[in-house]
Every structure is written in structure tokens, then in C-alpha cells.
């Protein structure tokens, strides 16, 4: 099992630009989470997601979309890119209420 | 208020002592707490989860949780400088737009030293 795997690694934007983040993990695992770290910060909450077609907003959702077709993908993507969106983002996953989340290894974003 | 509050740091403590992390929470009705340790420039890992009220122990590690005061803390014994990571206190919150489901909300982190 490759856990939950995260591209691209790193990435520059220009101000007013798009992207989507990936992420997938192979463990079947039902919740999905996006987090954004700034620096000397702990990880707060942008949007998760319970399964397939069921996504909720977290503590700081906008300036970011959400989708979840299958169990395994769950893209983050960015409109219109703003340097407050400067950030580490991870994804991680977990199966159930009780267990620990898996990380990925996180997205170092700069918007510029 | 914040949902998850955690004191900042940096936190120094000699090698050999007892570092006490601690955390507060805002939702009276979460059940499940974790202690997640990320050293700099990598993912979290999760060292700690707890449930009941009292006590859990695990090697060096033990966690503390009073849900009456909405309070949950983490003692490291015999400290060691491989230690020094930053600790993020994270709480399984209900409340969303999806019934019966939970986020997970971290704390800002401690920052921990453990001087050689």
C-alpha cells in the first residue's frame, strides 16, 4: 500500500492563477481531509469529506473547492490564487470515527 | 474562542524531566482526543489517543483527559532531546452540515526543546 499520496510535491503560482492539488490514498478509507499549515502554525481544517459525493466545509473553505467522485481521490482545487494561500497543504484519511488519520506527505504552495 | 487552544511555546525542558503539554477544548460533546507529534518539515504522526476521563499510559508517554473541564494534557517522562518536535493536540468535533459525522480540528501546537 502506497498510504495516502499527495502531488505535486512543490509549486509556484502567480497571483490570479488556478491549480488542483491531488491527493489519493489505497486504503479504502472513508473520511478525507484537507488541512493547510502555515509557518510556527498547528494544521487548521479547509474541507472533508465522508465518501464519495458527500463533502463539508471546514474552518477556512474559501478561495478553495472541493470534489469527491470516487473512495480514493480527493482534489483541492484553488481559484484564482491569492498570496494568503501560501501554505503547506496535506491531505490525510482515516477509516472511521476512532482512528488516526493518515498524512501525506504535504504540498509546499507559494503564490507569488 | 477557539475550538482547540493550545499553548504555543517553544516549552524547554532539560533532558531527563517531565515535559507537560496541555490543551482545551470548546465542544462538551467530543469524544475522541489525540496527541500528534510533527517533526520540522514532515507529515504529523499520531504518538497518543485517549477516550475516557483519566488516565492512558504508553511507554514515556502518558495522556490526560477531564471532560468536565474540557481539558486534555500529554506528560513526556524522561525526556529526550529526539523529543523536541512540535505537539498538536487534535479533537474529533461533531457539529457539521453532514449529521452523525465528525471533523478533526487541531490546536495551533506546542513547540517542545529538550536541552541536552
Known amino acids: 500500500n502506497a498510504g495516502v499520496t499527495q502531488t505535486p510535491k512543490f509549486r509556484i503560482l502567480k497571483i490570479g492563477q488556478s491549480m488542483t492539488l491531488q491527493c489519493a490514498q489505497d486504503?479504502?478509507?472513508?473520511?478525507m481531509y484537507w488541512y493547510r499549515q502555515d509557518p510556527g502554525m498547528g494544521l487548521k481544517l479547509i474541507y472533508y469529506?465522508?465518501?464519495?459525493?458527500?463533502?463539508d466545509k471546514g474552518e477556512v473553505p474559501n478561495g478553495y473547492n472541493v470534489s469527491r467522485s470516487t473512495t480514493e481521490d480527493f482534489p483541492l482545487r484553488l481559484e484564482l490564487a491569492a498570496p494568503s494561500q501560501t501554505s503547506v497543504y496535506f491531505c490525510?484519511?482515516?477509516?472511521?470515527?476512532?482512528?488516526?488519520?493518515?498524512f501525506g506527505s504535504g504540498t509546499q504552495l507559494s503564490v507569488l | 474562542q477557539k475550538e482547540v487552544e493550545q499553548n504555543s511555546g517553544p516549552l524547554s525542558v532539560p533532558e531527563g524531566a517531565i515535559a507537560s503539554l496541555n490543551c482545551t477544548y470548546s465542544?462538551?460533546?467530543?469524544?475522541?482526543f489525540f496527541w500528534y507529534r510533527q517533526y520540522s518539515g514532515k507529515s504529523p504522526e499520531l504518538i497518543m489517543f485517549?477516550?475516557?476521563?483519566g488516565d492512558k499510559e504508553d511507554g514515556r508517554f502518558t495522556a490526560q483527559l477531564n471532560k468536565a473541564s474540557q481539558y486534555v494534557s500529554l506528560l513526556i517522562r524522561d525526556s529526550q532531546p529526539s523529543d523536541s518536535a512540535t505537539y498538536l493536540c487534535?479533537?474529533?468535533?461533531?457539529?457539521?452540515?453532514?449529521?452523525?459525522?465528525?471533523?478533526?480540528?487541531f490546536g495551533t501546537g506546542t513547540r517542545l526543546k529538550v536541552l541536552a
Open positions: 487534535a479533537v474529533n468535533m461533531s457539529g457539521g452540515r453532514i449529521p452523525g459525522t465528525y471533523k478533526y480540528i
Open positions: 486504503m479504502n478509507h472513508n473520511y
Open positions: 465542544d462538551r460533546v467530543s469524544q475522541s
Open positions: 490525510a484519511s482515516r477509516q472511521m470515527e476512532r482512528e488516526k488519520l493518515f
Open positions: 485517549i477516550y475516557s476521563n
Open positions: 469529506s465522508v465518501g464519495a459525493g458527500i463533502t
